[in-house]
């Protein structure tokens, strides 16, 4: 399981270093999708996955890291630095360069060997295949997936008619939950997670679903992204009052 930490820190190194030269730090969050292919390439010890399972689990992450990375890339690329991390550069002014590297991405890099593990417990294992644990998780994070993509999907639309700037998007997905592309992701994660724990000590792999929706939920996600759309569209608190977090919900019912 080493193997992925240091190819994560590996990676997360050469993005810091090309971070300082671009003073941009956003870069990060487009390699955080691609991370988890690298970190699966050091599970299967740098070739071709031997079983079923591990090209199932190949095949997921692609599927995945490929989509997400296009949709923050094409998001992000063009538009500066996020706002988060131009806050820290301004505060931490000329000690940010090596902070960064702490607070961005090296925490980056333990989070997401963390998070995963589900895939080095099912990329190791060449055991049977298929299971009611391979065929559960593949189909939970199929739902997952599609809830994540299409949730993005609407979002985008929404925000590129000028008619709604400023307006809170709650159509679609949208209507039932506030974050459901979060939603999805969790969701993705806890199928990897399951069909990972079908394999022999793969239920410690549990810990990176339960991670990454703790942070989607408390840390990184809901919390942190609510506290500026309260501040930033007028209609966002009755928009919380009726709809539901994150899981998909009727209204007035959450």
Avoid: C
């Amino acid at each position: 399981m080493i193997d992925g930490l240091l190819a994560l820190l590996l990676l997360f190194t050469i993005l810091w270093l090309a971070s300082l030269r671009l003073a941009n730090a956003s870069i990060v969050d487009m390699w955080w999708g691609p991370a988890f292919m690298v970190a699966l390439v050091a599970y299967l010890e740098f070739s071709p996955p031997a079983h079923p399972r591990a090209w199932l689990v190949l095949g997921a992450t692609i599927l995945w890291a490929g989509r997400l990375a296009w949709h923050i890339g094409r998001r992000n690329v063009g538009h500066g630095e996020d706002p988060r991390y131009r806050a820290w550069r301004e505060q931490h002014g000329s000690t940010w360069w090596w902070r960064s590297y702490v607070q961005v991405f090296l925490l980056q890099a333990v989070v997401a060997w963390i998070v995963s593990w589900p895939l080095y417990f099912a990329a190791r294992d060449p055991g049977d295949f298929p299971t009611a644990w391979d065929v559960i998780g593949a189909l939970v994070f199929v739902t997952g997936w599609l809830f994540e993509a299409v949730a993005d999907r609407q979002l985008a639309g929404f925000k590129r008619d000028p008619a709604n700037r400023g307006r809170v998007m709650d159509r679609g997905l949208w209507r039932y939950s506030r974050h459901p592309n979060y939603f999805g992701e969790s969701v993705l994660w806890w199928g990897l997670g399951i069909i990972g724990a079908g394999t022999p000590g793969g239920v410690m792999g549990l810990v990176g679903p339960l991670l990454i929706t703790w942070l989607l939920l408390r840390v990184s996600g809901v919390t942190m992204l609510e506290r500026s759309l309260v501040q930033s569209k007028p209609g966002y608190e009755a928009y919380i009052a009726r709809t539901s977090a994150f899981v998909p919900w009727p209204r007035g019912s959450s």
